[in-house]
């Protein structure tokens, strides 16, 4: 069931501007949007700045009759909002922050890099340890994006990142963002991309089935493009999980529900089972 | 539902049902009771979820409960489901289709004390809209104390439109492909509000497309009727015996009524499998013409087993 919700993972996070940052989070509900991820775009050097998520529960009336009061509801339940960061590297000597030792990367739950020039996409596919590469497609890129790059990339668990707000703006955007999209479409095959919208108002945001619409432009099917948004944003979040939130990379205890409870049977016979090992043990000695 | 009239007016079939939003277990409406007094007659659908994205459900007036699920929801659910036809990629659907009304599916057998385990422990609280009709009208239900219920009347909401550019309609009027798809597109922009494209003398702003009608118009006076909820089919068979009337004794030149369905129902038109990957529309909509004539046009997702 996860796999098939739908994620924008960039939404721009700005600490100074938390009306707009509502806004769109808000907007994202309204539109049908099952998580987003909030994104502190940072240059160069790391720096601490903690994101604050939207309390979907403190809402005035007007906020509430925008979105509708079930969405509302069900939101309140199940809409996920995640720390992302995505630092902009223009030097090789940026690259050190984005050790995993570095204990402000564990933060966040995403994290992204847009590389200046060619040898930093590179560096980034097939040494730094990130979730997603992200590149600006509005404008003409530098450089060609080369299959075997980017399969190294792919190899290693790395996503490619497609946003589409900035391009709503003029036509020179638009032809760049197909342009490019579809270069990285043709590297890639398809797969292993995700599309946000990168949004900084409401109003540059789109619902998930236009966003589905919108891929079908950059030569992806219909299927492909419905697993931009889902399925592959889906294993982004968890490889985020994976190299931040486990212990060891193999485990990651979590709360069953109340409807799960029913798994819980199994786990008391094991006991009870090592229980009696232990006793029969005993007696032996 | 959405009724269009050419004229200003505000005669119309007033609504008399009522339909309930309920929150509870699923588990709860299986009751033997409850089945005695309401299985037959009783529709209901599940709200909140999405069929490509979770689950489905829904309850048929015949006594049916049909469940959509996906992989997962099938696995951990342990009843036991046809592959559904749709997607045809992927992972799959599972379909699990019971009788409610069947003599076997009581307490004490095999099948019933199955499903109610199974929906106990391992189906959470479902939100579902629900009415029962029994010979053309619906009738008050009384849920069970698990569930929590709000009552609701459908409610009309009127709207009257002023220099609209109306669609003229004449006996020399072709009626073809062409004059049907512009007349649907039409409908659809009252719908949905889009004045530029219906009142041609409103500032046309250059953020919309210009898109502009192509059919013959006339400038006029209209009034739509709006129903949202669930919707039993005698009252839209009520609203469309009403309009036919007011055509053919010539209060008014020609009305359309469109119904739209819900994107996320298990079932279409006879029982037919429905699903929802990029579309899923399920609507109908008729224009009734003079001399008893009528138009019905049917949109049809493209993953449903009846197109």
Same mark, same amino acid.
């Given at each position: 069931?996860?796999?098939?919700?739908?994620?924008?993972?960039?939404?721009?996070?700005?600490?100074?501007?938390?009306?707009?940052?509502?806004?769109?989070?808000?907007?994202?509900?309204?539109?049908?949007?099952?998580?987003?991820?909030?994104?502190?775009?940072?240059?160069?050097?790391?720096?601490?700045?903690?994101?604050?998520?939207?309390?979907?529960?403190?809402?005035?009336?007007?906020?509430?009759?925008?979105?509708?009061?079930?969405?509302?509801?069900?939101?309140?339940?199940?809409?996920?909002?995640?720390?992302?960061?995505?630092?902009?590297?223009?030097?090789?000597?940026?690259?050190?922050?984005?050790?995993?030792?570095?204990?402000?990367?564990?933060?966040?739950?995403?994290?992204?890099?847009?590389?200046?020039?060619?040898?930093?996409?590179?560096?980034?596919?097939?040494?730094?340890?990130?979730?997603?590469?992200?590149?600006?497609?509005?404008?003409?890129?530098?450089?060609?994006?080369?299959?075997?790059?980017?399969?190294?990339?792919?190899?290693?668990?790395?996503?490619?990142?497609?946003?589409?707000?900035?391009?709503?703006?003029?036509?020179?955007?638009?032809?760049?963002?197909?342009?490019?999209?579809?270069?990285?479409?043709?590297?890639?095959?398809?797969?292993?991309?995700?599309?946000?919208?990168?949004?900084?108002?409401?109003?540059?945001?789109?619902?998930?089935?236009?966003?589905?619409?919108?891929?079908?432009?950059?030569?992806?099917?219909?299927?492909?493009?419905?697993?931009?948004?889902?399925?592959?944003?889906?294993?982004?979040?968890?490889?985020?999980?994976?190299?931040?939130?486990?212990?060891?990379?193999?485990?990651?205890?979590?709360?069953?529900?109340?409807?799960?409870?029913?798994?819980?049977?199994?786990?008391?016979?094991?006991?009870?089972?090592?229980?009696?090992?232990?006793?029969?043990?005993?007696?032996?000695? | 539902?959405?009724?269009?009239?050419?004229?200003?007016?505000?005669?119309?079939?007033?609504?008399?049902?009522?339909f309930y939003?309920i929150?509870g277990p699923l588990v709860a409406l299986l009751g033997p009771d409850f089945l005695s007094k309401y299985a037959k007659g009783l529709s209901a659908i599940l709200v909140?979820s999405?069929i490509?994205?979770?689950i489905a459900l829904c309850f048929l007036p015949t006594g049916k409960l049909i469940l959509s699920l996906d992989?997962?929801s099938y696995?951990?659910l342990g009843l036991s489901a046809a592959k559904a036809k749709y997607?045809?990629?992927?992972?799959?659907r599972w379909t699990v289709n019971l009788d409610l009304t069947a003599k076997s599916f009581v307490p004490?057998r095999n099948l019933y004390d199955r499903v109610v385990s199974c929906l106990e422990?391992?189906f959470?609280?479902v939100e579902l809209l629900v009415f029962s009709e029994t010979n053309d009208?619906t009738k008050?239900i009384?849920f069970p104390?698990?569930i929590?219920?709000?009552?609701?009347?459908?409610?009309?909401?009127?709207?009257?439109?002023?220099?609209?550019?109306? =669609?003229? &309609?004449?006996? #020399? /009027?072709?009626?073809?492909?062409? %004059?049907?798809?512009?007349?649907?597109?039409?409908?659809?922009?009252?719908?949905?509000?889009?004045?530029?494209?219906?009142?041609?003398?409103?500032?046309?702003?250059?953020?919309?497309?210009?898109?502009? =009608?192509? &059919?013959?118009? #006339? /400038?006029?006076?209209?009034?739509? %009727?709006?129903?949202?909820?669930i919707i039993p089919p005698s009252?839209?068979?009520?609203?469309?015996?009403?309009?036919?009337?007011?055509?053919?004794?010539?209060?008014?030149?020609?009305?359309?009524?469109?119904?739209?369905g819900f994107e996320d129902t298990p079932i279409s038109w006879r029982e037919c499998q429905h699903f929802?990957?990029?579309?899923g529309?399920n609507?109908?909509?008729?224009?009734?013409?003079?001399?008893?004539?009528?138009?019905?046009?049917?949109?049809?997702?493209?993953?449903d087993e009846f197109?």
């Amino acid at each position: 069931e996860k796999a098939r919700m739908f994620y924008d993972l960039n939404l721009p996070y700005e600490p100074n501007d938390l009306a707009s940052v509502k806004e769109r989070v808000m907007m994202a509900v309204k539109l049908g949007y099952d998580g987003v991820a909030l994104n502190h775009v940072q240059h160069g050097k790391l720096t601490d700045v903690p994101i604050n998520t939207v309390d979907l529960t403190q809402l005035s009336s007007e906020e509430v009759n925008f979105v509708s009061h079930s969405r509302i509801e069900q939101a309140n339940r199940k809409f996920k909002q995640l720390r992302r960061l995505t630092l902009h590297i223009d030097a090789p000597n940026q690259c050190h922050s984005m050790h995993p030792s570095n204990p402000l990367l564990s933060k966040y739950d995403i994290i992204a890099v847009v590389p200046g020039d060619e040898s930093l996409l590179h560096q980034a596919c097939e040494k730094m340890q990130v979730d997603l590469i992200s590149l600006d497609f509005s404008k003409k890129l530098p450089f060609r994006l080369r299959t075997k790059t980017i399969g190294a990339a792919i190899e290693n668990g790395v996503k490619f990142e497609i946003c589409y707000s900035a391009s709503l703006k003029d036509p020179s955007s638009r032809r760049n963002l197909i342009n490019n999209a579809m270069g990285l479409v043709n590297a890639t095959k398809g797969k292993n991309i995700i599309i946000s919208s990168g949004a900084y108002t409401a109003m540059e945001l789109r619902g998930p089935y236009d966003v589905i619409n919108l891929g079908t432009l950059f030569n992806l099917d219909c299927g492909a493009s419905k697993n931009c948004i889902s399925s592959f944003a889906n294993s982004v979040i968890l490889h985020g999980e994976a190299a931040r939130r486990t212990e060891k990379s193999i485990y990651k205890a979590e709360w069953i529900r109340d409807v799960e409870e029913w798994k819980m049977e199994d786990v008391s016979t094991v006991e009870e089972g090592q229980d009696k090992k232990r006793k029969r043990g005993s007696k032996q000695k | 539902m959405h009724v269009f009239v050419p004229e200003d007016t505000t005669e119309h079939c007033p609504p008399s049902d009522t339909f309930y939003l309920i929150k509870g277990p699923l588990v709860a409406l299986l009751g033997p009771d409850f089945l005695s007094k309401y299985a037959k007659g009783l529709s209901a659908i599940l709200v909140g979820s999405h069929i490509d994205r979770g689950i489905a459900l829904c309850f048929l007036p015949t006594g049916k409960l049909i469940l959509s699920l996906d992989k997962d929801s099938y696995e951990t659910l342990g009843l036991s489901a046809a592959k559904a036809k749709y997607p045809t990629k992927g992972e799959g659907r599972w379909t699990v289709n019971l009788d409610l009304t069947a003599k076997s599916f009581v307490p004490g057998r095999n099948l019933y004390d199955r499903v109610v385990s199974c929906l106990e422990e391992r189906f959470g609280d479902v939100e579902l809209l629900v009415f029962s009709e029994t010979n053309d009208t619906t009738k008050r239900i009384e849920f069970p104390d698990e569930i929590t219920a709000k009552e609701y009347t459908l409610q009309t909401l009127s709207e009257v439109w002023e220099d609209l550019s109306i =669609p003229r &309609l004449s006996a #020399e /009027t072709t009626i073809d492909d062409e %004059f049907l798809t512009e007349m649907n597109n039409w409908i659809g922009a009252l719908h949905n509000n889009i004045t530029d494209y219906l009142i041609p003398n409103k500032a046309q702003d250059l953020f919309a497309s210009s898109f502009l =009608p192509v &059919l013959e118009t #006339e /400038t006029g006076t209209g009034t739509s %009727f709006t129903w949202k909820g669930i919707i039993p089919p005698s009252f839209v068979l009520k609203q469309l015996n009403f309009l036919r009337q007011q055509v053919d004794s010539g209060a008014l030149p020609w009305a359309s009524l469109t119904v739209w369905g819900f994107e996320d129902t298990p079932i279409s038109w006879r029982e037919c499998q429905h699903f929802h990957s990029i579309s899923g529309e399920n609507d109908y909509s008729f224009l009734i013409l003079p001399g008893d004539n009528y138009v019905m046009s049917l949109t049809v997702g493209p993953e449903d087993e009846f197109s």
